[in-house]
Nanobody
Framework: QVQLVESGGGLVQTGGSLRLSCSAS????????MGWFRQAPGKEREFVAS????????AYADSVKGRFTISRDNAKNTVYLQMNSLKPEDTAVYLC????????????????????WGQGTQVTVSS
């Protein structure tokens, strides 16, 4: 288990941008694949983006492709989610998660593959 703490959420107007951060309290951060998920009220948790251990491979949900960018800085034990052109339907609690598996190298889009989760940060996009 690793402790994950998200930050950077807030209230933004349609078309605006936010940058979320997720910090991990562990020195082996570079060995984990990382993912961002979101959950809106009354809806199931859904995949947003994920990134491989060295950041060379990423994956995105179709709904955010071209608008969101996931990145990581292993020296700072932090993964980021840059969100641009935000829409009201992006409103949700955003959670980061860590996948400890070594294989496959490609990052997963399945919530079940992630073992540690943060508490989440609220993102609200007003119309």
């Amino acid at each position: 288990q690793v402790q994950l703490v998200e930050s950077g959420g807030g209230l933004v107007q349609t078309g605006g941008s936010l940058r979320l951060s997720c910090s991990a309290s562990v020195r082996t951060f570079g060995t984990y694949k990382m993912g961002w998920f979101r959950q809106a009220p009354g809806k199931e948790r859904e995949f947003v983006a994920s990134i491989s251990r060295l950041g060379r491979s990423t994956a995105y949900a179709d709904s955010v492709k071209g608008r969101f960018t996931i990145s990581r800085d292993n020296a700072k034990n932090t993964v980021y989610l840059q969100m641009n052109s935000l829409k009201p339907e992006d409103t949700a609690v955003y959670l980061c998660a860590a996948d400890f598996s070594s294989l496959p190298i490609a990052p997963s889009a399945r919530a079940a593959d992630y073992s540690s989760w943060g508490q989440g940060t609220q993102v609200t996009v007003s119309s």
